[in-house]
Every structure is written in structure tokens, then in C-alpha cells.
């Protein structure tokens, strides 16, 4: 339902009046809604029971906030105005942007495709499980691996500015980092809970499934760490399509009732099996030394992350499950994230996207690899697609890795596949002598 069918326009403090569009987001704390101006958007807060939380004290919180030593020009999107009437305040939020649940595949989309009654393409007709391969649908409907990457990468670039900044973001989750549809602005969008790490106390939010264990368990607070897990257990549902902690132990326990997880918990913590899971109880599915949980579902790890990023995956949810110091630093996700992005491939024939130094045909519909560049320095490598006439080489190609800059064009290169030639575009600076190129022929 059109949120603007049953609510008036909402007036804020200095007296704008602001008309509600489409819901665009919901969680645990609040519910954002975009507004007739395509670059703002309005959050009001929930109590317990899903209805505007009138007790809450926006007015000292966003003071609060609004006095945080933040970095600058970091796309956080921070309270402009309180609404005068209802609670709630308007933020920013740039035109066409969308939450990264976007790339889950909610009831209702599920739904909207079931309704479209869709003829699959020939890559995913064959496969007998249609809920699987509606996902795999909308996984390549909604960019694939490397989209994904892409947006993962700039959402753990700024997560690691608020850290080093000393901050905490608090509550991250597909619902609160944005993305631009035709673009890669990134932006955290909730910046409710944003605040110094203390030594101890401090407000502790998490949205369900996405807390860290000593958060869910009432043992510690929030901290970067903690910022590390709920990032991870995102990024790893995005990419593999599955949830890091519900495996078979969870899966199969729904078909016998009697198992092991019968048995109360020692901490009198609820004996749900997806509680515990999610808790951090249970091993990671893809734990190295305990396969007692492993993973039954989603797509092939190797598939949709490099070493270095199985790795992260493998270090924060294995010992850094119950050592939180173990968990690698946000800086590392945006550096391993970026890399494999720059490591992947676009498929034309089906939209999916994989690594090009792994596979010599997609894995996915089987097609030949198609021919491809690949501009290499010392700080790393990127693929660049023989369609390419024209492409900008990052800032990170050629420098230590900056999570403000890495996207920022150091140079320009002019390829030419037939040739095999790649030259500095009219105009640009002379490429730098570290700096190759080789050209790869498509695979037969």
C-alpha cells in the first residue's frame, strides 16, 4: 500500500512539509520511506510492537550525533531535521539508491516472480528445483557476483573510516547500506546508534540474525569487532546466498524434533535451534576443523569468493566466533573485496559473473570465456573486457589501498584488442613503467 493513501505530509521542525512515497526499508528500530523529493528520505522509530515510538528522545540523540568528530565527505547519511508531530527525522538520501536486500530474495519478490510466470533461460530451465533456480534469477538479475563485490567493498571502505575514527556504526545490515541503482554511491543510511567504543556500557542494537555473539548474549557491547561480524555474516549471505550459521545440524534438526538441541541451554538461553545459530553457538558451515553444522545449500564458495576472502569468511566466523579479537579488521574486507572484484568477469550469456583466473568457460551456463585485457601492477590486477575501448585505471592500482580514493581515476587507457595495444588516452599522463598489459584470447 502506497504510504501516502493513509498518511498526511509530515512537517518537520523548521517547517517543511514532506509527502511519503514508497516504504523502503524496515527493521528492528525503525522504518525509512522515501519522500516525493527524490533525495531525501524520512525514519521513524518502532517500538517493540512495530508502532511509532513516541517515548524516544530523537532531539539529544541526533544533537549527540551531530557532534561526532566524523571523517569527512564519508556517505553516511545523518539527521537533517526532527519532525515536528510524529517521531521521526529526515535524512539524505540520493536519488535511485536501494538497500542491498535488494539482492535477497524476499517472499514478496519471490512472489512478484512467480506471478510474472517467467520463462527462464536455458541455463537455469534444466534445473529441477525451481525455488533454486528463481534465485539464481534474481542473483543474476541484480548483478551477480560482481555487483555484490562491488557494493560490499565500498560499504566495509567506510565502515573502516568510522573505526579508525574510533566509532562504532552499531546496527549493520542489508537494510541499512544503500546502493545507487546506476551507480556505485555507497551509503549507510541508519546513524542512529553511531558512537565512540567505549570501555564498557553503551547502547547495544542489532538486528536479528546479523548480531555478533557477544552482543545477541548480553556479554559485551558493541564494538568495531562486532561491526565486523554483522558486516560478514551480510556479505557472506549476499555472496553465497545462505546464512553462515544455519547448516545441516539446524536444517535437519526441523525434521527431528528429538534430537540433541532437546536439551536446555546451560546459559538459559532459548533452545531454538536458528537462535542458537544465530548466537554463535553453532559451528560456521564451512568451519575448517568442525564439520558437524556444514552447509547444505547456496552457491559453491569457490564460486563467489577468492582465497583471501574465504579466508576472512574462515577467520571470523571460526575463532573469531567466540574470540572477537581474532576477527580481521574492516580494512582487510574492503582491500580483499575490492580484489576480487577487480578479478571478475561478466558473462554475457547468462549476466552472471565470475573469477577470470579460475575458470576458462562460466561456470554457470558453461559459456566460452570471453576475450579480456588485464592491466597488472605490482598493488594488483583488473580484468577489463575486450568490449572496452576506453577504461580508467583506480587511484588502487597504483598506490597503497584508500578506502576514500581507491575509486579514483589514475589513468585512462586506450586498448586496442586487435592490435593488442594499450595506450595512454590524448591528454593523460604517460603510464607509469610498472604497469603491463596482457591480452588473454577468448577460450575455445
Known sequence: ?????????????????????????????????????????????????????????????????????????????????????????????????????????????????????LTLPGWLAGIPDKSLALRLFHYARTGSTRRRLL????????????????????????????????????????????????????????????????????????RPRSDCWAFAVMAFKSLALCHPFIGKKVLESEEDDSGWDAEPSKDAQAADLYERAYAGYLPFIDDAKDDSNAGVGGLPRQLVATP??????????????????????????????????????????CTMSYLFDEHTCCPYCQAPRPPFACARTSRGEIAIPARTQHFALPHRLFHPFSFEHNETQAYEVDLDFTAKTARPVRGTPAFPDTLTFTFEAGAQ
Request: net charge negative; with cysteine; glycine share 8%.
Open 151 to 222: 557494493a560490499l567493498s565500498e560499504c566495509a571502505a567506510i565502515l573502516a573510516r568510522l573505526h579508525c575514527s574510533g566509532m562504532v556504526y552499531g546496527d549493520i545490515s542489508s537494510n541499512n547500506a544503500f546502493i545507487g541503482a546506476q551507480s556505485n554511491d555507497v551509503w549507510l543510511i541508519d546513524a542512529d546508534n553511531l558512537r565512540f567504543e567505549m570501555a564498557s556500557g553503551g547502547v547495544s542494537v542489532y538486528t536479528p540474525t546479523y548480531g555478533a555473539p557477544e552482543v545477541v548474549r548480553g556479554t559485551d557491547t558493541s
Open 1 to 117: 500500500m502506497d504510504k501516502t493513501e493513509w498518511t498526511p505530509p509530515l512537517c518537520d521542525e523548521y517547517g517543511n512539509r514532506h509527502e511519503l512515497a514508497d516504504e523502503l526499508a524496515r527493521g528492528g528500530q525503525g522504518v525509512v520511506f522515501r519522500t516525493k523529493d527524490a533525495d531525501l528520505a524520512i525514519k521513524q522509530p518502532l517500538n517493540p510492537q512495530g508502532e511509532p515510538d513516541t517515548n524516544i528522545n530523537l532531539r539529544h540523540r541526533f544533537q549527540n550525533i551531530r557532534l561526532l568528530p566524523l571523517p569527512p565527505r564519508i556517505p553516511v547519511s545523518l539527521p537533517l531535521a526532527i519532525l515536528r508531530d510524529q517521531p521521526g527525522y529526515v535524512m539524505r538520501l540520493l536519488n535511485d539508491m536501494s538497500p542491498f536486500s535488494v539482492f535477497d530474495l524476499d517472499g514478496k519478490t519471490k512472489k512478484d516472480l512467480e506471478r510474472q510466470q
Open 308 to 349: 583471501g576472502l574465504r579466508r576472512l569468511f574462515q577467520e571470523t566466523f571460526g575463532a573469531g566466533r567466540l574470540q572477537p579479537h581474532c576477527r580481521p579488521a574492516m580494512a582487510f574486507w574492503a582491500l580483499e573485496l575490492k580484489k576480487a572484484f577487480d578479478r571478475s568477469l561478466h558473462c554475457d550469456a
